[in-house]
């Protein structure tokens, strides 16, 4: 009886270890002096930081809406949210002169002289659409990308006179001289021209079907992007 009574205790205790740490877990950067010039000074990344402190309602405010940036943005290793307890660490509020909390900055990539401070809105779009100017990216709240996402505005062109045009063959071709030595999504636009040129212009939804299916699955995080890129640049093949 004993031992189940002592069983049922480390049960208990394990499952609470574990739901602790599952909320705990945040996707933005705790810094401190053992690692803030690390990350914050880093020149290849982007890096926006917070400097709190615990007992500051302002900061308790946006806690919760700094941490869907920090979800959002969790991916992209250039593109960095983290935080700083400045009470605890004052030496760094020092340094980077901070009188108030919360007082956020930002540590641009390949620019680490002079931090700017961020004076922007506090909502959690405000700072997406700051961050996405910042790094080069289009995130969506979601930690997703929006549909302009991996398209090119000449191949966009291509793509719609592909799929209207009487000499498709023309145009295919006019593709692979634009795409030439361009990245991998603008190839993609030739493949796609291929593909339609090989199965027929119902290979259009069913690879876009194909893709929504693959994203409802367990897959990782950079072949997530890559293929939500493919999708969009696939919805430009209908738009005739």
């Known amino acids: 009886m004993k031992n189940c ?3 049922a205790i480390m049960h208990f205790f394990l499952v609470l270890t574990i ?3 599952l909320t705990l877990a945040s996707s933005v950067i705790d810094l401190d002096g053992s690692n803030f010039d690390a990350v914050a000074l880093d020149p290849s990344k982007n890096v926006l930081v917070q400097f709190y402190a615990p007992w500051c ?3 308790k405010n946006l806690a919760p809406v700094y941490e869907k940036v ?9 593109c960095i949210v983290a935080k700083v307890d400045a009470d605890d660490h004052k030496d760094l509020g020092a340094r980077f002169d901070v009188s108030g909390f919360p007082t956020i900055k930002f540590f641009p990539q390949n620019n680490k002289v002079e931090s700017s401070e961020y004076s922007g809105g506090r909502s959690e779009q405000d700072f997406i659409d700051f961050l996405n100017e910042k790094c080069g990216l289009q995130r969506t709240s979601d930690g997703g990308l929006n549909e302009r996402t991996g398209r090119s505005e000449d191949m966009d062109e291509l793509a719609v006179m592909f799929m209207i045009s009487s000499d498709r063959d ?8 634009t795409a030439a030595d361009r990245d991998e999504m603008v190839q993609y636009y030739v493949s796609v021209m291929q593909k339609v040129k090989t199965n027929g212009d119902g290979y259009i939804a069913a690879e876009s079907n194909r893709i929504t299916r693959l994203l409802e699955g367990n897959i990782s995080s950079k072949k997530r992007d890559q293929f939500l890129m493919r999708r969009n640049i696939l919805a430009v093949f ?3």
């Open 5 to 7: 009574f002592v069983t």
């Open 19 to 21: 739901m602790l740490s």
């Open 57 to 59: 309602g302002h900061c």
């Open 70 to 78: 920090g979800e959002t943005f969790k991916d992209d290793a250039d």
């Open 170 to 177: 023309a145009i295919f071709e006019e593709a692979i001289k």
């Open 238 to 240: 209908t738009t005739t």
